[in-house]
């Protein structure tokens, strides 16, 4: 899919974290087609290389560098190698986060003998695992966005976009510390635009609705590739009755970085969830 809206990116850096991952590779992608270089920020660097690849093969503009989120000096540093390589940046993308089973609980519902039995209840779930997810969704927006924001101060026309999710909106079952740390990430969110409001940086975020990515496809389809129960009620509250396709948030991507159609938009959270945020399940 091309540039599904006027996007022009030419002469824009742009620096994505977490870019080995299904939806982050499509941003990274999208971004350079609409003329972009683009940073690609992973902790898995060799990730990051092959989609640096593909974008090369398309005639595109990225680099890979390998990124620990969570280590301020690590994101300070590979900042200011991005600005030796490419200028400082324009446009942020904080795409890296996600889920852990450490922070998962076995069954939606409480059930009686729960906190006895041989099973991962709401009192099982230890600190460390729940510290984990909250470090990696709002630290790992928080520290990079120090990083990167330092070099949009002063300049006008720079772009924050944060990963939020639906979950931030309505809690989902099982992933208590995943849902806290996502509305964490939308409120941020707007905490940024406000912060950031006099330098004409505008800070805005997607949140996506159910997408199968590399995070939770065990979650969606057993071993033979059959949709598990939890993919039929995630289908049965979706009234568009299936899952995004990763170019599907391309349009609102671009939208939300297009300083002319969306220069006055700043502090918003973008659902894209084919109508879930709307549906009573009535």
């Known amino acids: 899919m091309h540039n599904v809206i006027n996007t022009d990116l030419r002469g824009k850096v742009a620096v994505v974290t977490g870019a080995g991952g299904v939806l982050c590779s499509s941003f990274s992608k999208v ?26 093969s398309e005639g595109g503009e990225a680099r890979a560098y390998a990124c620990n989120v969570l280590d301020k000096a690590c994101c300070l540093q590979v900042a200011e190698q991005v600005l030796r390589d490419y200028g400082p940046c324009d446009i942020l993308i904080n ?15 409480y059930e009686s003998g729960d906190i006895d039995a041989q099973t991962k209840s709401f009192f099982d779930l230890e600190a460390e695992g729940v510290s984990f997810v909250f470090n990696l969704n709002f630290l790992g927006t928080l520290l990079p966005t120090q990083a990167f924001a330092a070099q949009m101060v002063g300049r006008k026309g720079c772009n924050i976009v944060n990963i939020s999710s639906m979950n931030a909106f309505t809690p989902l079952t099982k992933i208590p510390a995943y849902s806290g740390a996502k509305a964490a990430i939308s409120n941020f969110t707007q905490w940024l635009a406000v912060h950031f409001s006099k ?23 057993d071993d033979s590739g059959a949709p598990t129960p939890r993919t039929g009620k995630i289908l049965a509250a979706t009234p568009m009755g299936r899952f995004g396709k990763a170019e599907e948030l391309n349009g609102a991507l671009l939208f939300l970085l297009n300083n002319d159609a969306a220069s006055f938009i700043t502090g918003v959270v973008l659902p894209i969830d084919g109508g879930f945020s709307a549906y009573s399940g009535v």
Do not use: C, M, S, W
């Open 199 to 221: 330098e004409g940086i505008r800070v805005n975020a997607i949140a996506p609705g159910f997408f199968v990515t590399k995070q939770n496809e065990k979650l969606l389809f």
């Open 31 to 56: 971004l350079a087609r609409a003329g972009a270089k683009v940073a690609l920020l992973d902790i898995n660097q060799e990730g990051a290389e092959a989609v640096a690849r593909e974008i090369a």
């Open 95 to 109: 795409g890296a986060g996600g889920n852990n089973p450490r922070a998962t609980t076995d069954h939606e519902y």
